[in-house]
């Protein structure tokens, strides 16, 4: 803080207002730089070996990307890939070898934000736990390892090819078949390989019997299918079959819809048969979790799947032989991430049962029975890897002041494996404790958020809502598990060190919070319902004492960049400057909605584009121009209108970067503009 001086008091009447905005103003930076924050190295892709209870993760380390492996007993984490740059070129998709002596894994990608006059590309690679060089395979992702250790199938374009994987032959393709051919899968004997071939009205699944060279389709339909699974025989294969209408979807809120099934064929005839159909109503409309299988086959002949029956994810099970499924997960939480271990008995994961801002790990038999809490408290546990030895299970952890980190659990104690993946310089002493608030939305729905208050504050403060991505997001009251939201956390804990009052909004159309939350009514494109919880935001940030209602701002990507926009653009009186990285701002452009179709007008009455005329904010647009997930045309578009308008608009450009920017040093950088462009606006 800065000091106030002493004045005579003849002074004190024509200096009070300055002083009085001297002394209460926050400091101009935070006691710790953003590459500080920044700097700890953040772990994606825990996976557990077959055997030898061996477990790998990816390892970002300010931008440059590695494989680590961690082995009993010590479980410390070493690297076996040496990669040194920030290049933008991500690593993922490991899969261990049968024997656990090497890890298969997918690098690159067709973006290149490093500018690499050279170009990129996205190859599949194998490298020994041994030590050596990593070897190149073949361009290619999705890569899967057949049982049998000989060779390994994966996606290059629209087809499955296949190599072997002690490098002696070039790869080659394995078949060739219609359609965009994805999801490769060996069964457990190695002599088929299964796949999912999309044909956009419609998808099957697809069987290559290797030995006899044929291929053949499962129970085929005009509907989509998906997510096939092995049963443990070899023998037959379970899929999910959503229904399809042949025609363009609607982006609006989908509580039911006609049920979706799953389905079991036989890998040898193509014959099928429906094992379980969803009850129509709540629960209709497929909902995935985040697991490699959404099918699980268990031991004692199970199915494991998951379910909204109740309007909350939750795991089910099933007979193979046909019966009621059995509730595995009852309450009013979400299950998100799901493992099953090598014995086939049981099911790992983690959810917000008990703990609705949180997330922890539990287990829970397939059959049917009470679940067991493995963490709990005021940390976060994610992305359980059960190993091959029963008492030990991998997962990725963190707090409101330690970003995640791999750890294992043994028994009931957990250790870190990768002690060096938070440096020495890591500001820990300065990360705020976030607070859980309950707030209302303009029109009453209740919302969770995350409040962060600067230390040593005094006076009323500048505040700052931020707005997350997805939609289908839910930020946590600590370190994120996605590397977007960590990144985000660490910008929140920065500017609440600059002096700043953030609020963190978990607004509808997220999920944590059930289905009917989820599947917002009017969302988004449909309507833009979400804009009551930005005004609910900035009311009960007005409302708060350490709040100066004068100067609140707003910031998000994505869809909290939608939302940012939104906020200035309908709300300028509210949110007084705003950072919106690449949002959209005109849903039907985004959704390639024709003009003159039933949902073109109400997509572009909800979107930003549409309140230009009342925009008077400050905006800084920040975007990569290579982005996937939302088209560059919305911030040329916006940047066009508001400059016409005279509105002051500031911009941020990355060349060839993408939607979740690939290089540490674009985060530094639209982060270091970020704080720059609020202090201007709002201090």
Same mark, same amino acid.
């Given at each position: 803080? /800065?000091?106030?001086?002493?004045?005579?008091?003849?002074? #004190? @009447?024509?200096?009070?207002?300055?002083?009085?905005?001297?002394?209460?103003?926050?400091?101009?930076?935070?006691?710790?730089?953003?590459?500080?924050?920044?700097?700890?190295?953040? /772990?994606?892709?825990?996976?557990?070996?077959?055997?030898?209870?061996?477990?790998?993760?990816?390892?970002?380390?300010?931008?440059?990307?590695?494989?680590?492996?961690?082995?009993?007993?010590?479980?410390?984490?070493?690297?076996?890939?040496?990669?040194?740059?920030?290049?933008?070129?991500?690593?993922?998709?490991?899969?261990?070898?049968?024997?656990?002596?090497?890890?298969?894994?997918?690098?690159?990608?067709?973006?290149?934000?490093?500018?690499?006059?050279?170009?990129?590309?996205?190859?599949?690679?194998?490298?020994?736990?041994?030590?050596?060089?990593?070897?190149?395979?073949?361009?290619?992702?999705? /890569?899967?390892?057949?049982?049998?250790?000989?060779?390994?199938?994966?996606?290059?374009?629209?087809?499955?090819?296949?190599?072997?994987?002690?490098?002696?032959?070039?790869?080659?393709?394995?078949?060739?078949?219609?359609?965009?051919?994805?999801?490769?899968?060996?069964?457990?004997?190695?002599?088929?390989?299964?796949?999912?071939?999309? %044909?956009?009205?419609?998808?099957?699944?697809?069987?290559?019997?290797?030995?006899?060279?044929?291929?053949?389709?499962?129970?085929?339909?005009?509907?989509?299918?998906?997510?096939?699974?092995?049963?443990?025989?070899?023998?037959?294969?379970?899929?999910?079959?959503?229904?399809?209408?042949?025609?363009?979807?609607?982006?609006?809120?989908?509580?039911?819809?006609?049920?979706?099934?799953?389905?079991?064929?036989?890998?040898?005839?193509?014959?099928? !048969?429906?094992?379980?159909?969803?009850?129509?109503?709540?629960?209709?409309?497929?909902?995935?979790?985040?697991?490699?299988?959404?099918?699980?086959?268990?031991?004692?002949?199970?199915?494991?799947?998951?379910?909204?029956?109740?309007?909350?994810?939750?795991?089910?099970?099933?007979?193979?032989?046909?019966?009621?499924?059995?509730?595995?997960?009852?309450?009013?939480?979400?299950?998100?991430?799901?493992?099953?271990?090598?014995?086939?008995?049981?099911?790992?994961?983690?959810?917000? $049962?008990?703990?609705?801002?949180?997330?922890?790990?539990?287990?829970?038999?397939?059959?049917?029975?009470?679940?067991?809490?493995?963490?709990?408290?005021?940390?976060?546990?994610?992305?359980?890897?059960?190993?091959?030895?029963?008492?030990?299970?991998? @997962?990725?952890?963190?707090?409101?002041?330690?970003?995640?980190?791999?750890?294992?659990?043994?028994?009931?104690?957990?250790?870190?494996?990768?002690?060096?993946?938070?440096?020495?310089?890591?500001?820990? %002493?300065?990360?705020?404790?976030?607070?859980?608030?309950?707030?209302?939305?303009?029109?009453?729905?209740?919302?969770?958020?995350?409040?962060?208050?600067?230390?040593?504050?005094?006076? *009323?403060?500048?505040?700052?809502?931020? #707005?997350?991505?997805?939609?289908?997001?839910?930020?946590?009251?600590?370190?994120?598990?996605?590397?977007?939201?960590?990144?985000?956390?660490?910008?929140?804990?920065?500017?609440?060190?600059?002096?700043?009052?953030?609020?963190?909004?978990?607004? !509808?159309?997220?999920?944590?919070?059930?289905?009917?939350?989820?599947?917002?009514?009017?969302?988004?494109?449909?309507?833009?319902?979400?804009?009551?919880?930005? $005004?609910?935001?900035?009311?009960?940030?007005?409302?708060?004492?350490?709040?100066?209602?004068?100067?609140?701002?707003?910031?998000?990507?994505?869809?909290?960049?939608?939302?940012?926009?939104?906020?200035?653009?309908?709300?300028?009186?509210?949110?007084?400057?705003?950072?919106?990285?690449?949002?959209?701002?005109?849903?039907?452009?985004?959704?390639?909605?024709?003009?003159?179709?039933?949902?073109?007008?109400?997509?572009?009455?909800?979107?930003?584009?549409?309140?230009?005329?009342?925009?008077?904010? /400050?905006?800084?647009?920040? *975007?990569?121009?290579?982005?996937?997930?939302?088209?560059?045309?919305?911030?040329?578009?916006?940047?066009?209108?508001?400059?016409?308008?005279?509105?002051?608009?500031?911009?941020?450009?990355?060349?060839?970067?993408?939607?979740?920017?690939?290089?540490?040093?674009?985060?530094?950088?639209?982060?270091?503009?970020?704080?720059?462009?609020?202090?201007?606006?709002?201090?």
């Amino acid at each position: 803080m /800065p000091s106030c001086p002493t004045l005579a008091y003849d002074e #004190f @009447m024509r200096s009070f207002l300055l002083l009085a905005a001297v002394c209460s103003a926050p400091a101009q930076q935070a006691p710790f730089t953003l590459d500080q924050v920044l700097g700890a190295a953040f /772990p994606t892709e825990l996976t557990a070996a077959p055997s030898g209870g061996k477990v790998a993760w990816v390892s970002n380390a300010r931008g440059a990307r590695n494989i680590l492996v961690a082995e009993p007993p010590a479980y410390q984490a070493r690297k076996i890939t040496a990669y040194t740059r920030d290049d933008g070129q991500e690593i993922g998709t490991l899969r261990w070898t049968p024997d656990a002596s090497a890890i298969v894994y997918v690098r690159g990608g067709s973006a290149n934000p490093e500018l690499d006059p050279k170009g990129v590309s996205e190859d599949v690679w194998v490298v020994d736990l041994s030590g050596g060089a990593p070897r190149k395979i073949a361009t290619g992702n999705a /890569p899967a390892i057949s049982p049998r250790g000989d060779r390994l199938a994966f996606v290059n374009g629209s087809q499955i090819f296949w190599a072997p994987l002690d490098g002696k032959s070039a790869a080659a393709q394995a078949f060739r078949a219609r359609g965009v051919n994805r999801q490769p899968e060996w069964s457990p004997d190695g002599a088929r390989l299964s796949f999912v071939s999309t %044909r956009g009205d419609h998808s099957f699944i697809g069987v290559y019997d290797v030995a006899a060279g044929t291929l053949r389709y499962l129970d085929t339909s005009t509907d989509a299918d998906s997510d096939p699974a092995w049963s443990p025989d070899s023998r037959s294969v379970a899929f999910l079959r959503q229904p399809s209408s042949g025609k363009r979807a609607v982006r609006e809120a989908r509580r039911e819809g006609e049920p979706w099934s799953i389905r079991v064929a036989s890998a040898e005839t193509g014959e099928g !048969r429906e094992l379980w159909r969803a009850r129509a109503g709540r629960g209709s409309v497929f909902r995935g979790v985040t697991a490699r299988h959404q099918l699980n086959w268990t031991a004692g002949g199970r199915i494991v799947f998951p379910w909204e029956a109740d309007g909350w994810t939750h795991l089910y099970s099933i007979a193979v032989a046909g019966s009621a499924a059995t509730l595995l997960t009852p309450g009013e939480f979400e299950v998100e991430d799901v493992a099953v271990p090598a014995n086939g008995r049981d099911v790992i994961y983690s959810s917000n $049962q008990d703990d609705i801002d949180r997330r922890h790990v539990w287990k829970v038999a397939a059959a049917g029975g009470p679940a067991v809490a493995l963490t709990r408290g005021e940390k976060i546990e994610v992305s359980p890897a059960p190993t091959s030895d029963e008492n030990s299970i991998a @997962m990725l952890q963190s707090d409101a002041q330690h970003p995640v980190h791999a750890v294992m659990r043994t028994g009931t104690a957990i250790r870190d494996m990768d002690a060096a993946a938070i440096p020495a310089d890591f500001p820990l %002493r300065q990360m705020v404790t976030p607070q859980q608030v309950i707030f209302p939305a303009a029109d009453g729905l209740t919302l969770h958020g995350q409040l962060f208050l600067p230390p040593n504050r005094t006076g *009323a403060a500048p505040a700052v809502v931020f #707005f997350h991505g997805g939609s289908r997001r839910q930020m946590l009251l600590g370190w994120h598990s996605m590397y977007y939201y960590s990144n985000a956390y660490a910008m929140n804990q920065y500017l609440a060190n600059a002096g700043y009052v953030v609020l963190s909004v978990n607004y !509808r159309s997220g999920i944590g919070y059930g289905l009917d939350f989820r599947e917002a009514l009017n969302y988004g494109p449909s309507g833009g319902s979400e804009y009551a919880d930005v $005004q609910g935001a900035g009311m009960y940030l007005r409302g708060r004492p350490e709040v100066d209602g004068a100067r609140i701002g707003a910031w998000g990507g994505s869809y909290g960049g939608y939302l940012t926009a939104m906020a200035l653009a309908r709300a300028s009186d509210l949110y007084k400057a705003g950072v919106d990285f690449h949002g959209v701002h005109d849903w039907a452009v985004e959704l390639g909605i024709p003009a003159g179709a039933p949902d073109y007008r109400v997509a572009f009455e909800s979107s930003p584009m549409n309140f230009v005329s009342t925009w008077k904010s /400050p905006v800084l647009l920040i *975007a990569g121009d290579d982005d996937p997930d939302v088209l560059f045309n919305n911030t040329v578009m916006l940047r066009d209108a508001l400059r016409s308008r005279g509105v002051d608009v500031d911009e941020l450009i990355f060349p060839d970067e993408v939607h979740d920017f690939l290089m540490h040093r674009t985060w530094r950088e639209a982060y270091r503009e970020t704080a720059g462009f609020l202090g201007r606006k709002l201090k």
